[in-house]
Every structure is written in structure tokens, then in C-alpha cells.
């Protein structure tokens, strides 16, 4: 047999191999590639296209979501879909990617917004009508915990223990996607507060949040008063500040 004839061979058991595996129901293929941390609910359709009453993330749930696959990722090893997450109170839309071993997922050109509430359980928070806007490049997840980031992360608002005015907004830059921990560079997007710090995520699930904070020219008097539970200012009138924890 000629080597053109093997090739034809192989691609029409490939093909016949990718129908099987798309025209799967949703909930059995999800049993084989689910990763650690993720959860589908109530899925129908199939792993070609279909959708779910939820998804959650290490416990947290972020909404309905419905998918539509890429079947060329087939031939690199992995599924992959076309990804839009809906919720009463905000959106999700991106691309996703589980390879056929292994735990890890991986999100494309993703982008979406959420009230802080929805994940007020992961920080040491108590969000009121604040609003967390994500813009990702990539980000990958291994164990419901991210490894790797490029993006920018922004929110509305944020009511810090101690300090008797809301701050924000505030904006997490994420350069690079490399090996190590995940870090971010933290800064005010206007507001009353002007930070200048950086965001840890560790690989064994800690977070460390540090950097020094000062009020803007126009702030209250009562946050200037409230700045003083940090500590003592520098030269140039910032305090530093460190919070962290554990997943």
C-alpha cells in the first residue's frame, strides 16, 4: 500500500474518531476531561455544541454557560470551545481549552464582567455595588487555581476593613504569562486613593496583595484619618499595606 493511501487511511480514521467524540452528550464527555475545580450543572446538547444551568469554579459559581467547539483543535490534541457565560448581572465571553490528559485549562481572548459579590467568598471583602471587569489574553488553570496570566483586571469599588469610604477604582496589570507565580501591578484609576502595589498568586493557593497607599489631593479628611490605622507615612506621605491568605 502507498504511503498516499496510508495518509487517506489515517485521515478517514481520524475523522471518523472526531464525529464520534463531538456528537457526545454534553455530560459524558464533560466525566472524561472535566478538570479539577470545575463544574458543569445540568448540561444538554452535545460537546459540539450544547449548554448548562451552571458552572462553577473551586465553589464558585459564574453562571449558564453555552458552548460552541472548534473541531480543528481536535488534530492538536485538545477541545476547545467558543465559550459565553450568562448571568442576570453581568457576562462572560471567551475561548477555552482542555487538552485530552492532564488537568489543566486554559482561556483565550476572554472577557466579562461580574458584580464582586459573585466572588466575595474567595477575599476579605464585603462588596456593596461594586463591579470586577476582566480582560484576558490567557489565562491558564491547573486545579481550579491559575498558573498563568496575561490580561488586565479591574474594579469598581472596593470597601476595605478600617478605611470609612469606598476606594477605587482599581486595576490589576498581568504583563506576562511566563513560569512562576502569577503577580500583578496594582494601581488606582482615580478616586480618593492612590496605590501603587502588586498581586501574588502563589502555586500552593496564597495570595499576597502589598504596597504602599496615600490619599489623593482631593480626598476626605476621613480617609486621610482612616490611612493612619497603616502606620506611620514615609517622606512622600504613603503608607504601605499587605494583605493576604489562602485558598
Known sequence: MTPFAWRLIGLGVATFLAAIVLTLPARVAWSWVAPEGVALHNSSGSIWNGRADGVSVSGVPLGSPQWDAAALALFTGRLAWDISLDRPDGFLNGRIAVPFTGSAVEFRDTEGAVPLRAVERLFPIKPQDSAITIRLDRLRMEGGWPVALQGTVS??????????????????????????????I?????????????????????????????????????????LGALGPADSAGRRPFSLSGSF
Open 186 to 226: 496594582l494601581s488606582s484609576v482615580g478616586g480618593p486613593l492612590d496605590i501603587d502595589g502588586r498581586l501574588e498568586l502563589a502555586a500552593d493557593r496564597t495570595w499576597l496583595i502589598e504596597g504602599t497607599a496615600a490619599p489623593a489631593s482631593d480626598a476626605p479628611p476621613a480617609l486621610s484619618q482612616g
Open 155 to 184: 474594579v469598581s469599588e472596593l470597601p476595605v476593613r478600617g478605611i470609612p469610604v469606598p476606594l477605587g477604582p482599581f486595576q490589576a496589570d498581568f504583563p506576562d504569562a511566563g513560569d512562576g507565580p502569577v503577580v500583578g
